[in-house]
T-cell receptor, first 112, second 117 residues
């Protein structure tokens, strides 16, 4: 059974520092990996999607890498801002219907 | 593009009543829709997968008679919580994948906060 783990569970950094969020999964047979952002009481905002054949994706200050063979993905957020404060979730697609398996998330606080 | 809406955003109901939550894909046709439940400070737990015109596939431990899912069209899926009890209070989120898309990317609704008193 696929298990997704996110480390750390919580992270607090001063504004301007780079953020590094880790995600690991136990079964490398994935279709893709997605990173999401969730603000308190809100739904999910998709940040980046990396297909299983890709190694990384970039969008603005965000960069996500994928090493499928080792079951790891890392989300980098450059020059963090207080507005980046949120919970970040990673999830892997495990079947052809698109079923997602989520990690527990990393709660990020960026202090001014 | 790829917007998913949910209605209502918040609902409070009395114990024993039923509540229906709608999930709509506004600008695309959805092959598959998913329903998740999220407890406070926890991650999303997949409840069921629904395909238009077919019976939903429920995850282990989810009561299909309590959580009725209907996917009547390619743009609408509904989740009905029957005979709701306080332990059903939670944040329910739906998502959808685009018909014909092979990226398997899911687009999420804003969620519905259910409180059962």
């Amino acid at each position: 059974k696929q298990e997704v783990t996110q480390i750390p569970a919580a992270l607090s950094v001063p504004e301007g520092e780079n953020l590094v969020l880790n995600c690991s999964f136990t079964d490398s047979a994935i279709y893709n990996l997605q990173w999401f952002r969730q603000d308190p009481g809100k739904g999910l905002t998709s940040l980046l999607l990396i297909q299983s054949s890709q190694r990384e994706q970039t969008s603005g200050r965000l960069n996500a890498s994928l090493d499928k063979s080792s079951g790891r993905s890392t989300l980098y957020i450059a020059a963090s801002q207080p507005g980046d404060s949120a919970t970040y979730l990673c999830a892997v697609t495990t079947d052809s219907w698109g079923k997602l398996q989520f990690g527990a998330g990393t709660q990020v606080v960026v202090t001014p | 593009g790829a917007v998913v809406s949910q209605h209502p955003s918040r609902v409070i109901c009395k114990s024993g009543t039923s509540v229906k939550i709608e999930c709509r894909s506004l600008d695309f046709q959805a092959t598959t829709m998913f329903w998740y439940r999220q407890f406070p400070k926890k991650s999303l737990m997949l409840m069921a997968t629904s395909n238009e015109g077919s019976k939903a596939t429920y995850e282990q431990g989810v009561e299909k008679d309590k959580f009725l899912i209907n996917h009547a069209s390619l743009t609408l899926s509904t989740l009905t919580v029957t005979s709701a009890h306080p332990e059903d209070s939670s944040f329910y989120i739906c998502s959808a994948t685009i018909q014909g898309s092979y990226s398997y990317e899911q687009y999420f609704g804003p969620g519905t906060r259910l409180t059962v008193t």
